[in-house]
T-cell receptor, first 114, second 112 residues
Framework: AQSVSQHNHHVILSEAASLELGCNYS??????LFWYVQYPGQHLQLLLK??????LVKGIKGFEAEFIKSKFSFNLRKPSVQWSDTAEYFC????????????FGQGTTLQVKP | GAGVSQSPSNKVTEKGKDVELRCDPI?????LYWYRQSLGQGLEFLIY????????KSGLPSDRFSAERTGGSVSTLTIQRTQQEDSAVYLC??????????FGNGTRLTVT
């Protein structure tokens, strides 16, 4: 069965530190990849997405992610985090042939200390 | 414009009772999804509606769970004979074809 793994469950960083959150998926076909973010008390919102083309995608608020097909990975990065980045981050995958069934990872809670 | 609206925002029910959760998607969105978010479990896919096609029910955990979407708009998720393990946040999302999902704020269900 298709699955998504996020290896870091809880990450604590100081402001200005660099961030990388790992995401690996198990499906071998053509996929679409997403990162969603849930700020405290808010609903899930899209951070960035990859459908095709340049494997390095840039999203909102300075986030970026790199799709490495050979590693089945889509890691999220940010060079310098801010306290306002404190949130829960979810990686998600859907097959290109069935864009409706989005499979999410377990999520990573990021806590940024001021 | 209005986002995805879910009601109620919180629901406390006794074990064994039936509950109905409602989702109003963004107007014009053809696809509607239900997910369940449990503590430490991430988001679990439940069911997906796309236009007039038969829904993808592959994520429903048991036959106590059902959902319908009337008129291609509002959806209701029904849980019969609730159990304590059904306690979770139930999230609804909608989208236009391949566009990213827009999520509602969810319904927090507590089964006592």
């Amino acid at each position: 069965a298709q699955s998504v793994s996020q290896h870091n469950h809880h990450v604590i960083l100081s402001e200005a530190a660099s961030l990388e959150l790992g995401c690996n998926y198990s499906y071998g076909g053509t996929v679409n990849l997403f990162w969603y973010v849930q700020y405290p008390g808010q609903h899930l919102q899209l951070l960035l997405k990859y459908f095709s083309g340049d494997p390095l995608v840039k999203g909102i608020k300075g986030f970026e992610a790199e799709f490495i097909k050979s590693k089945f990975s889509f890691n999220l990065r940010k060079p310098s985090v801010q306290w306002s980045d404190t949130a829960e981050y979810f990686c998600a995958v859907t097959r290109s042939s069935n864009t409706g069934k989005l499979i999410f990872g377990q999520g990573t809670t990021l806590q940024v200390k001021p | 414009g209005a986002g995805v609206s879910q009601s109620p925002s919180n629901k406390v029910t006794e074990k064994g009772k039936d509950v109905e959760l409602r989702c109003d998607p963004i107007s014009g969105h053809t696809a509607l999804y239900w997910y369940r978010q449990s503590l430490g479990q991430g988001l679990e896919f439940l069911i997906y509606f796309q236009g007039n096609s038969a829904p993808d029910k592959s994520g429903l955990p048991s036959d106590r769970f059902s959902a319908e979407r009337t008129g291609g708009s509002v959806s209701t998720l029904t849980i019969q004979r609730t159990q304590q393990e059904d306690s979770a946040v139930y999230l609804c999302a909608s989208s236009l074809d391949r566009s990213p999902l827009h999520f509602g704020n969810g319904t927090r269900l507590t089964v006592t």
